[in-house]
Structure formats: C-alpha cells, structure tokens
C-alpha cells in the first residue's frame, strides 16, 4: 500500500471512530443543566477568566444536553478569535473528541456560551494551542497535508519555556582568515570556540546562524563583478554548523549572493542535502519568503528573515517569482505581509533583520522605523544583524537587539554575543545576552566578573530606555512591571564613556579604542 493510500486510509478511520465514539456518548450522554451552565459562567467571572456574561452576550440561552448541542454552540458562535483563523469545523470537532474527549469539548462550548473569546481556551484545555490542534489534526487526518510544510516539531530543555538561540555573522570562506585559522587547529573549529559558548548554543531549543557567505565549487561560480570582498566556502564545509547545534539559518543577508545566482543555488542545495531548513532567500520568491514555523511546549513559533542590504549597490539580488535571490525588506512592503501571515498562523513570531549601516554603534533612523513596522505587524521579537554590535530597544513590550556584531569573521579584538529570546510559560518574551569577544580569530564567553560588568555597561549605554540584570535579560524602563531592584546597568546611567558615532578603526569595533578614553 503507498504512503497516500495509508494516510487516506487512516483519515477514514480516525474519522469513523470518533463518530462512533460520539454516537455512544450523545446515546448515553446526561443532560447538563441551565443551573450548571450558570455555575460555570459564575465560577469563570470570579476566577477572572472571562469578562462577557451570558445574559451580556447575543448568544442565545441553550441547554446542552449532548456532545450534538456542544458541536452547535462551538461551530455557530464561537468568535474568530477564538477560532483563530484556523477551519473548525465537525470533522475537526470530531477529531478533537477522540483525542481529548467529552469533558474537553464541553469546557469548549461552555467558555463560549460564556462569552469568551480568547484562543487560549484550547490551550488551557488540552496543552496545545489552536495552532498547534490545527496541526495535530492534518497531520492525524491526511487533510490540508500542505498545512504541516516547512513545520517542525521540537523537544525543549524545559516544559517551563521555549528558548531561542542567535550569533551574529559567522564566515567558513575559501582563503579568508578565520578559515586559514581553522585549519591551523588541531581541533578545527571547536578550537575556535570557547567550550562552554559551544555548550550553551547547542543547549538552547532552536540555534539559528547567519550564513554570510555561498557555499559553491571552485569552478562551479564566479563571483560578482565589481565587488570589493565575496565569500565562497567548500559545500564541505556546512557540516560544520552540527558544532554550534545549529537548526536553521538564515540567508537574508549580503553575501549569500557573492557567487551569483550559481553560488545561490549551490548554497540551497548544500543546505537542503544537509537537512538545514533556511530562511531569507529562496529559488523564487515564494521560497524565500516561506516562514519556518516550529511547534514545541504546545505552542507554534515562526520564523522569518530578511535584509535591507545593499541599499545603494544591488549585488545582491532579490528574488522575484521566477528567479533565485534574498528577500528584500529596503522597500518593506512584501516582508510586513509575511510577517503578518506568520502572525496570524502562529502563537509567537520571531523576525530576524539584516539593515543599518556597517560600523555604526547605534541604529539609525531607517531601523528605528522598520523596527516599529515589523513590530505593529504582529512580531514578538526581532534580532538584527550586519552593522557590528549595537544595543537593544524596545517597541511597546516587543524586545529588539538591533545588530549582534562578528561573531566569527574579522580579525579584530571586539565584542559579540549570543543572543537568546526565551518565551516563558506565561508567554513573557525575553531577549538576553551572554557577554563573549572575539579576539585573535577565537570567540569565547567574557567570564571575569569585570569583563562582564564592562560588557554589560557598554552594551547598555549603545542602547535606550533599557536595563539590563545579572544574567543579561533586557526591561524595558517604561513598563509597569519593569524590575528595578534587579537591574544592574542602565542605559540612562552607563559609565562607559562612547568615543564618536562610529567604530574607531572602520571595520570592528575594538575594545581597545572604542570603549573607554583611559584603556
């Protein structure tokens, strides 16, 4: 039998069981009462859940005396929200049936006739969201198969969040000098990496790296015309990003077009014989802007990414509907409308940018702007990348590092990070750093408590209306729950002194030169 004819075969009888399933229930089933139905809404008021009585609402008074009356009440009122978009219908209900059972579809109907209107309800219901049901429900059922592409399914560290992981621009090209320098190691790359940064990026539940460079043949590309540095490493070379534990990278960036549209897809290939899901470019359009979705904790998360540069040179292509390249956000219009597809189709979205200026220690106005653009398109939190490091922000309660710097790519002695979004189990996003150099072509994590406290104050006086605490979580100084007692550095009161607007030496900024006037 084929792998279609199996999944058919197991949609039918999925299906069928749960009509027998609701058969014998509906048959046996005990009338629930008005009186319940009331202690219910009582109960939810008190609790605080729900703010919309049944008398206030315009659902009429129904008893529920069968799983039939429940099917009812769920597929005629219940708002869109609630529904968030995704198609619930009596298959769907009936599929819900036989995974959670009577109790749980019940508990559905009643938070409706309650006036409710938030998706959690599912979540609270079963351990999953809307989404992630959507999801379980295709991929059980054999239907709406193209729901589950680009998705995957991951386990976490903890039950308690979902962390995410991201370095700034790495380089493994032909010839260059982290390269030359990874080969003169004994240990090849792990030497270039202090072990316990190498632990904590392959202990966060998602890794993502920015891939700033092709990865193509000697003779299977030519680089671009007229352009001063294009970066070409060995197709060999992409298993080298199992060392950092990375699951997915992003290609929005201005490199990955170095070698044309050959090195490009050379580059996709590679990554796909890998099994390395990227984000950002694409054989067309409509691959590179696909969102990457990953479902663990219960929850759905997208990922999307794209770049501003170039801005003046166009060496690097943007892809149109029949030809490979970046996905383009200089004109932001197409990108603003995958973030809000991503939005609308998942519990959390995470938005990783390519822009600003390079050497700028601060983001500039068309990054400020983009920011708040991708913010009010529905995204939780956005990393950015490409003018060296720059500090953090926030739009609303939404955090943004605005550029995490080299993290493996220059010669220079400067600061970098690893970055992490954590969503907690009360969906709180947080963005924290953990303080690394890079310093003689070798990253590592700064673990002196005065490299620390140096990192921490540079970092917070790059950046506004910030604090930052012990472990390098980011508050914002305006919300209402903002920690003060807890906060170490502040971006109001940093005592690093900031020589000029832009990095000394003009391609890194060295610690050296660019921290403080007396070191």
């Not at 069928?16 to 009582?42: H, P, Q, Y």
């Not at 060999?236 to 490009?264: C, M, P, S, W």
Request: proline share 3%; net charge negative.
């Amino acid at each position: 039998m084929s792998g279609k004819c199996r999944k058919i075969m197991y949609a039918l009888v999925v299906t069928v069981f749960a009509a027998f399933l609701w058969m014998i229930c509906c048959e046996n089933d005990r009338k629930v009462s008005d009186k319940a139905i009331g202690e219910t809404t009582v109960q939810s008021m008190r609790s605080g859940e729900k703010t919309v009585s049944l008398e206030q609402s315009d659902i009429p008074k129904i008893e529920i005396e069968d799983l039939t009356d429940a099917f009812t009440v769920i597929l005629q009122y219940a708002p869109k929200d609630m529904l968030a978009g995704c198609t619930v219908d009596e298959a769907f209900l009936m599929w819900f049936y036989a995974q959670y059972g009577r109790d749980a579809v019940i508990h559905i109907a009643f938070d409706v006739l309650d006036g409710g209107n938030e998706p959690d309800v599912w979540y609270e219901e079963t351990g999953n969201s809307i989404y992630v049901l959507w999801l379980l429900y295709c991929r059980d059922s054999g239907f709406g198969q193209h729901e589950l592409e680009n998705v995957y399914w991951m386990q976490t560290a903890a039950a308690s969040e979902m962390v995410f992981g991201f370095a700034g621009d790495i380089n493994f090209a032909e010839n260059w000098y982290t390269t030359e320098y990874m080969k003169e190691q004994p240990d090849g790359l792990q030497d270039c990496f202090s072990e316990d940064l190498l632990a904590q990026m392959q202990g966060v539940d998602v890794m993502i790296m920015n891939n700033e460079f092709t990865y193509a043949n000697k003779n299977g590309a030519t680089s671009v015309y007229g352009k001063a540095y294009t970066f070409r490493a060995d197709p060999q070379k992409a298993e080298l990003l199992e060392i950092f534990g990375t699951d997915t990278v992003t290609l929005a960036n201005n490199h990955v077009y170095d070698y044309g549209k050959r090195g490009l897809l050379s580059t996709l290939d590679v990554l796909d014989q890998e099994g390395i899901p990227y984000s950002g470019a694409g054989r067309n359009l409509k691959d590179a802007s696909k969102i990457i979705y990953y479902v663990m904790n219960g929850r759905k998360v997208a990922f999307v990414s794209a770049t501003q540069i170039e801005r003046s040179k166009q060496y690097t292509k943007a892809a149109t509907e029949t030809e490979p390249g970046v996905l383009k956000a200089l004109h932001p219009e197409k990108f603003l409308k995958i973030v809000e597809e991503a939005a609308q189709n998942s519990d959390y979205v995470i938005a990783e940018v390519h822009w600003g200026t390079e050497g700028m220690l601060y983001p500039d106005q068309s990054q400020r702007h983009l920011a708040e653009q991708i913010a009010q398109a529905g995204a939780d939190g956005i990393i950015g990348g490409h003018p060296r490091l720059q500090g953090a922000a926030f739009v609303g309660d939404v955090p943004i590092a605005y550029s995490l710097g080299n993290f493996w790519f220059s010669t220079g002695t400067l600061y970098t990070t690893l970055s992490k979004v954590t969503i907690t189990e009360d969906g709180t996003v947080k963005l924290s750093f953990i303080p690394c150099i890079q310093q003689n072509l070798t990253t590592r994590i700064l673990t002196e408590p005065e490299e620390r406290s140096d990192f921490y104050e540079y970092l917070a006086s790059i950046s506004a209306d910030i604090g930052i605490d012990v472990d390098g979580v980011v508050y914002h100084k305006s919300a209402d729950d903002y920690p003060a007692g807890e906060i170490l550095y502040d971006s109001d009161t940093s005592q690093t002194d900031i020589i000029g607007m832009a990095d000394n030496e003009g391609d890194a900024i060295d610690i050296v030169g660019n921290l403080r006037e007396d070191r």
